[in-house]
C-alpha cells in the first residue's frame, strides 16, 4: 500500500496532473493569504502585547494561548455560521468560496502567530529595553523596532501559522464544501480520497502535501540562515 | 508600518507578495461570479463519481456550473434550511417530504434510485448471506452480536438503516453496533478495518476501492430500495437564492437527457443509479 | 561635528542625590546614598563587584526610579546617553543604527545619512558604515555604541564599564573616544573595576561599598592618600569585605 502511494505520489508530481496543480495551487493560495493576512494583524498585537501593560492584559495572554489549540472544525463553525445566508454576513454571499476558507483560517492562525509574537518579542525587549529608553525610543515606536530585530524567530512563528493552516482540513471542509475546481485543496481532496476508499491515492496526496511543506519551511530555513549569516 | 532605516527592501517585498495574493484571490472570486448554483448533495452520488460524470452535460447543454458541497442527508438539509445552497438532492423521502411541508422547498420529484446492500466479512460469522429477507439478516448479526458499523450520522442511508432496525423489531445498542458519525466512505474503511458488517448504498460499495476482506453479502429485499429526490427550494424563504438557474438543473435532472445521463452513469461496468421521474 | 554644539556649557550640569535607595521587593541593593556629581568631570565610579555601581549609573541616567529618597538635577535634565557594557546594537547595518538614533530624535530624514557618515568617520568606522552591526568585533561594536551616543548630544555621558570585555587595542579607542567627548565639554561618568584606567581617566572618584558612599575624593587625593580605611585598602588592590 505504502508502495503505491509512492508511486502514486511519483505519478501525480511527474505527471504535472492538472487537478493536482490547480488543488494544490488553490492550498498555497489560501494558506499562504490566510497567513499574510494573519501575519499582517498578530504581528502589531503581539508587539503590543509584549510592550504594553493594561488592565486585562493577562486574561488575554492566556485567551491566545487557549486559543492556539482551537479545533479547526469549531473555527469552521463558528465561521460558517457568520457566513451562512441566515448568519449576519449571510449577504455577502461568501460561504463554499476561497474567500471563506481564508477566514477560517486567518481565525486559526491568528492566536498562534500573535501569542508566539508577543513571547519573541518580550524576550527581545528584555535584552533591548534599557537600550531603548536610554536612547528615548518611545513604547510604540518600539514596536516596528523590535519586530524588525526579531524578523528572523519571526520566520520561524510564520512557518507554525504556515503549517497549521495548510495540515488543517476541519474548518475548510466546513466553510469550503470541497466542491471540485473551487474549494477543493490538498486536505479535503485527501478526505474525500479516503472515503472513497482509494488509499494510495490519499496518501500520494498527503506525500505531495508534506513535500510541499517540507520545501517551503527548506526555503525558509536557508532564508533565515542567509540573513542569520548576514547580520550575525 | 512606519518606514525606519534599513527596513525597506524586505518590507517592500512583503507588500508586493501581499498584493499579489490579493490580486489572484479577487480574481478567483470574480472567476464565481459566472453562471453557477450550489447543490447540496449527498456523498454516496459524489464518493460513486456521478456527479462528475452527469454535471458537465448539463453545464453544456445550459451554461450553468452547478457547484456540489457532499454532505450528510441531515446536514444537506440543514445548509439548505439556511439558504445556502440553491437546490438539494438527498435520499431521505419521509425527511424530503417533512421538508417540502414545511415550507422550505415548494416541490419534490423522485430523480433516480439504486439499492443499499449488506456488506460484511468474508467468512460471515452471522451467516446473513442465506438469509430471506433483510429483517432476517440483521436478526442474525443481532443475536450473533457480530460487529455492525453504523454512519451514526443522521445521513438519509442512516435514517434508511435505523427504519430497517425498527422494522425487523431490533433495538440495536450493545458492544457490537458501533456508530462512527462518518461518510459512507469512511464508514466502509472502518468496517474494512474491523471487520463489522455494514449497510451501504450500492454505488458507494461499488466504486469503493479499499474492501479488504469485505464482500455483498445480502441484496435485494425491496426494502432496501433508495429512492433519490430532487427539491425546488423556497423563493418565500430564501429570496436571494438563484433559483432560476436551479430550477432549470431540477428540470434538466427531470428531462430526457438528464434521466439518461444518470443511466449511462457505469462504474467497472456496472450502473449504479436507475433514473425513475415521473416523465407526465 | 559642525553639527553638534558640544561647547562648554556656562554652568556644568549637576545632578544631587538625596537619601537615595533602591530597594526592590524590600532587599536594600543600594543607599540611602546622598552625593553630588557637578562640575565639567570625569568622575569614576568604582569599587568591589555588587557595591551598586551599576545601579547608581542607571539612577542616575533615569532607567531606574529610586525606592525612596529623590534624584535632583539641577535646572532642567541635561541631554544624556549612556554606553553599556555590552551595547545593544540593533540588527542592522552599523550605519542604519546611527541613523535609528537619529529618527527616534526626529532630526530630518535628508540630515541623517550625513551625520551618520560623519559620526562614524569620527570613531573610525567608516569602512564598516554597511556591516551588520551585530558581526563587528567588540571593540568596534563599543565604538559603534560611543558614535550612537554622540549623536545624541549629551551634556553627560553615562559609562558602564564600557572597556571590560575589551582587548587593550580597542580599550586605548575607547578611551581616547571618551576623551574626545570631555574635550568637547562633556561630562563624564563611568564605572571601572580598572584602578589602572581609573587613574589614566579620572578626575573624580566615587568608591562604592555594599550599596554605600564610601568615598567621594578628587582623583590625585583618592589614588595618593585616600581619605577613608577602604579607600586605602582599595587602592592597594586588597579585597574589601
Known sequence: MTDSAFLTALELVIGLDADLLAIVGLSLKISLTAVAIAALLAFPMGAALALFRFPGRAPLIVALNALMGLPPVVAGLAVYLLLSRAGPLGSLGLLFTPTAMVVAQVILVLPILAALTRQKVEELHGEYAEQLASIGVSRLRRIPTLLWDARLSLITVVLAGFGRASAEVGAVMIVGGNIDGVTRVMTTAIVLETSKGNLPLALGLGIVLLALVGAINALAHLLGEATRRQLG | MTTYPGSTPANALLSRALLIAGLSLAATSAQAEDRFITLASTTSTQNSGLFDAIIPSFTEDSGIDVRVVAVGTGQAFEIARRGDADSLLVHDTAGEEAFVADGYATERADVMYNDFVLIGPTEDPAGIRDAGSAAEALNLIAEHEAPFASRGDDSGTNRAELRLWESAGVEPGGDWYRELGSGMGATLNTAAGMGAYVMSDRATWVAFDNRQDLELLFEGDEVLFNQYGSLKLSPERHPELKHDLADEWHDWLLSEAGQQAIGDFEVKGQQLFFPNADSE | MTHLTLSVPATAPRLRFDHVSYAPRGQTLLGPLSLNLDGHRRTLVMGP??????????????????????????????????????????????????????????????????????????????????????????????????????????????????????????????????????????????????LHQARRLADEVILLHHGRLVEQSPAATFFDAPVTTEGHAFVHGELLD
Open chain 3, 49 to 194: 563587584n555588587g557595591a551598586g555601581k551599576s545601579l547608581l549609573m542607571r539612577l542616575a541616567h533615569g532607567l531606574l526610579q529610586p525606592t525612596s529618597g529623590r534624584l535632583v538635577w539641577e535646572g532642567s535634565a541635561p541631554r544624556q546617553a549612556m554606553v553599556f557594557q555590552r551595547p545593544v546594537l540593533l540588527r542592522r547595518s552599523a550605519l542604519a543604527n546611527l541613523e535609528y538614533a537619529l529618527a527616534v530624535q526626529r532630526v530630518p530624514r535628508r540630515q541623517r545619512l550625513e551625520r551618520a557618515r560623519e559620526a562614524l568617520a569620527r570613531f573610525g568606522l567608516e569602512a564598516l558604515a554597511r556591516r551588520p552591526a551585530r558581526v563587528l568585533s567588540g571593540g568596534e561594536q563599543q565604538r559603534l555604541a560611543l558614535a550612537r551616543a554622540w549623536l545624541l548630544s549629551p551634556e553627560v555621558l553615562f559609562l558602564d564599564e564600557p572597556t571590560s570585555a575589551l582587548d587593550p587595542a580597542a580599550i586605548r579607542a575607547v578611551e581616547a573616544a571618551i576623551d574626545d567627548f570631555h574635550h568637547q565639554g562633556v561630562r563624564i561618568v563611568m564605572t571601572s573595576h580598572d
